[in-house]
């Protein structure tokens, strides 16, 4: 909740006028807590959920009908209507169980990390660099945490629900083990903790996480996606080989970037079927 009272104490307290986006941040939030400002990401995770995998199930159906399929990436794979409803609702549930309430009961680290909602708001290059930062922090420590998930035991009891899907789907992003939810949720956090912001930064990095998640497990590349021009991405052909290996699959762990894989020496097997394999194979889509 801000520590004011009206507009003209916010702009005394910052010595200037505030900004358009900060004086629609203090119509909206001045009587709000912080604890109800934090609990919107639940909410906001939920409709992108919902709706950002919307254009893939489209064009799924369309698949249906006969109609071009030459960016499917396993494209002899049709997913029906009742498949993908299937999947949305059991993610529900485990949104209801899992992520519902890691997100609520995890605001007392949010408070501690120093997530603030007050004026003023951060400048977009702040935002911009907080994101960047976000983004590699949260790639690193999914790299390992998936590695972890990939022994036996972590297999066996959690990450095999996930991989359930060999061709993933939009929907199926999220598709897991409630643990895994927890598990994996908890490198998301850890660019905030290292590198704290405005509570409006914590809510587009939590899109921003989920819009990446949908698109790679998509199933579909696109030529024209403008994500293939950010150095070192690896999209959903990157993450699709990880779901089309299934259990044995120990390549291509990272949730974002290709770097960690490359360093580490976990994508040989990737490398070999992009080029002996996936290549060809859409060589031959092309050609028909």
């Not at 660099?129 to 983004?135: C, G, I, N, S, W």
Request: charged share 15%.
């Amino acid at each position: 909740m801000l520590p004011y009272q009206n507009l003209q104490e916010a702009e005394y307290a910052l010595g200037r006028n505030l900004t358009i986006t900060e004086t629609l941040w203090f119509k909206y939030s001045a009587t709000k807590s912080d604890y109800i400002l934090y609990c919107h990401n639940t909410f906001f995770l939920f409709i992108f959920y919902t709706v950002l995998p919307l254009p893939y199930v489209f064009i799924e159906l369309m698949r249906s009908k006969n109609i071009d399929d030459k960016f499917k990436i396993q494209h002899k794979i049709k997913n029906s209507v009742s498949d993908m409803l299937n999947c949305y609702k059991k993610v529900l549930v485990t949104f209801v169980f899992a992520v519902g309430p890691l997100q609520i009961f995890s605001f007392p680290v949010i408070q501690m990390i120093g997530i603030r909602t007050s004026l003023p708001l951060p400048s977009a290059s702040e935002i911009c660099f907080q994101l960047l930062a976000y983004v590699l922090l949260e790639d690193y420590a999914n790299y390992w945490l998936h590695r972890l998930l990939h022994f036996k035991w972590g297999y066996d009891k959690i990450h095999r629900v996930h991989h359930e899907y060999t061709a993933p789907i939009g929907f199926a992003a999220p598709y897991a083990h409630w643990a895994e939810i927890i598990i994996l949720g908890l490198a998301s956090f850890i660019g905030p903790v290292i590198v704290p912001g405005h509570m409006v930064t914590f809510w587009l990095w939590m899109i921003v996480r989920q819009m990446e998640a949908v698109e790679t497990h998509s199933g579909y590349d696109f030529p024209w996606s403008p994500l293939k021009y950010i150095p070192f991405y690896g999209g959903a052909v990157y993450h699709d080989y990880h779901h089309y290996v299934g259990e044995k699959s120990q390549s291509n762990f990272a949730s974002v970037f290709t770097y960690c894989d490359t360093i580490y020496g976990t994508n040989k097997g990737y490398r070999w079927y992009q080029k002996e394999v996936y290549e060809k194979a859409r060589e031959k889509l092309k050609q028909k």
